[in-house]
């Protein structure tokens, strides 16, 4: 019996973790939500990624997840894939969580390695086997050091990229020689996608399939395009693009992620800015810059 990893990745290309809207009352804003998912995929995006860190999944409840997954897997209608952040510090909560995606529709699971509790190397092979077992939607792991604590780092990523179901990393460390340690060890049909939008094209250019991307919820188009070019070959015109949005890559983390992309979000009038406690709005100057990046970024498809 064949398993997920005996075909070929089917996560590349630039897929966007997608800011969650709210309205003025703090609940979530479902149509603006689904308008942003349709326009992604209009503007060429390769696949979606719902209730991950950009999308303050971790301060949604349990409903407000299923309904944002929904959502977008009826916007998608399969035209991309949407892989739901299910992520948590508590094995059982992750478990629940990723049962729930996947009756609302899911194509693969996005699991951050547990924060705050750190676990040990057995613990956390353990937590990834339980969420591999649980159901039969591939398995993305998630290596965000930034946010957990610590870096699972590349040993223990080839580690768990054996596991059945386990079928890509999103890896964030920040540290491209990691990137290159797991894709030289990884296994056939295993996915290396980069969680650093400034490292996306270098990571390609190294053999990675793709990024989970910040910038590209303001600049689907322009991403998928600079991905759809670093996978191509085509480096020369990677790197136009790259340059072009680095410095909107670069304002969206002056301050803790999603705080400006969701300010930038605003200003493009996809959606309000609203953001959920215990995150607060962006200082003057973020807005300032913020502008200046997007003026600069010279987004073909953003609203007017």
């Known amino acids: 019996m064949s398993t997920t990893k005996d075909r070929e990745p089917a996560l590349r290309g630039a897929m966007t973790a997608l800011v969650t809207p709210f309205g003025e009352d703090g609940g979530l804003d479902l149509a603006a939500l689904e308008r942003i998912a349709r326009w992604q995929i209009d503007q060429g995006i390769h696949g979606l990624v719902p209730c991950g860190t950009t999308g303050e999944g971790a301060t949604l409840d349990d409903e407000e997840k299923a309904l944002v997954v929904s959502t977008v897997v009826a916007a998608a209608e399969g035209r991309v894939p949407v892989v739901a952040g299910v992520g948590s510090n508590s094995t059982s909560a992750t ?15 996005l699991v951050v390695s547990p924060y705050y509790n750190k676990p040990n190397r057995s613990g956390m092979i353990a937590h990834y086997e339980a969420v591999a077992r649980e159901t039969d939607l591939p398995v993305v792991v998630y290596n965000v050091p930034g946010r957990t604590g610590q870096n699972l780092g590349a040993e223990l990523i080839l580690r768990l990229a054996e596991i059945p179901n386990v079928v890509a990393v999103k890896e964030a460390s920040g540290n491209l020689d990691q990137v290159a340690e797991i894709l030289e060890g990884r296994p056939a049909g295993f996915a290396v996608l980069s969680g650093d939008d400034p ?5 390609a250019a190294l053999g990675a399939n793709g990024v989970i991307s910040v910038v590209s919820n303001e600049a689907p188009a322009e991403m998928a395009r600079m991905m759809d070019a670093a996978l191509g070959g085509d480096f020369e015109e990677a790197r136009r693009l790259h340059f072009r949005l680095l410095p909107l890559m670069r304002t969206n983390f002056v301050e803790t ?48």
């Open 95 to 109: 478990l629940a969580a990723a049962r729930s995606a996947a009756a609302s529709g899911a194509d693969a699971l």
């Open 199 to 203: 490292l996306a094209m270098p990571a």
């Open 257 to 304: 992620n999603p705080v400006p992309v969701k300010t930038a979000m605003h200003l493009l009038g996809l959606c309000g800015g609203g953001l959920r406690a215990p995150l607060g709005p962006p200082e003057k100057r973020t807005v300032d810059l913020l502008r200046e990046a997007l003026r600069r970024a010279e987004l073909q498809g953003a609203p007017r």
